[in-house]
């Protein structure tokens, strides 16, 4: 037998005395940083006090916005949300448990205990990183969608004056939408007649059912050809994953920098039309904020 025969065997078998100690003693291991699996991939350290449950990284996602996380015909909570989940999981050497909760829960079940991410594409604001620990992954800004052909011939802003427009609240949309209707009154011009759901798929079918004339989110429309993109994005931000542990958070920014430096990060987001964060990864503070 070979010495890395050998090595990977002594491997196995450490692994294997592992899980039947904490069988034995009632808890999950927790893999320590650098430790190989038998699968030959490094991990890097999570307390399982940090955990919810022991053993999973546990996920909440608001699955209502398609490419960013939707929920497929089979029930399953996809897109570019729940595959960095997995990566994420996977570089801690977790199993993943994702959630779907309206974005508002979001924060408060990270007080709580009930989950420990949100990767629902957070937005920073000073406010936000006082209550919550936010790790920057993405620059995006908002879209306008309109259905096919766009009857409105939409280009800017200015061009919206007076329309009636879908958008999900509370957040960073809304708040976006409101900010733009502002800017339209400023200049002597019509405001929006916003029109609030509680998520973009709502939002979305008042658009196709002619309830609305434009909506503004950060997704990407489906390819059904029902919508179609107006204009250049708008309100360029920083998209982050929300955590309330500081050890976890620091172990998230490890397995982040890893994504980044071996490419697949960038791969992942290229493959969904979204731009990566370039600057420092880490844990911002209203101090430190991203800058790209």
Known sequence: MSRNSIRRAALTLSSVALLLAAAAFGTSPTLAAGTETAAGKKCVEVPASSLVKPGTL??????ASYPSSYVDQDGKIVGVRAEMAKMIADGLCLDLEMINSPFDTHIPGLQS???DISASGMVYTPARVEVVKMIPVEVQGVVVWVTAGNPHNIKTVDDMAGLRVATEGPGYEFDTTNK???GLVAAGKKPFEVLVFDDNTKAAQALAAGQA???ITTGLPPSDGRF???GEPL???FKCLGLNDEALAEAVVEVVKNLRQDGSLKALLDKYGFTMYQGVTKVITADSPPKN
Request: glycine share 0%; hydrophobic share 45%; no cysteine.
């Open 228 to 230: 179609e993109l107006a």
């Open 213 to 215: 004339d434009a909506l």
């Open 58 to 63: 546990t996920v909440v996602t608001n699955a």
């Open 113 to 115: 205990k009930r989950w």
């Open 180 to 182: 733009l209707s502002d």
């Open 235 to 237: 309100n360029q931000t």
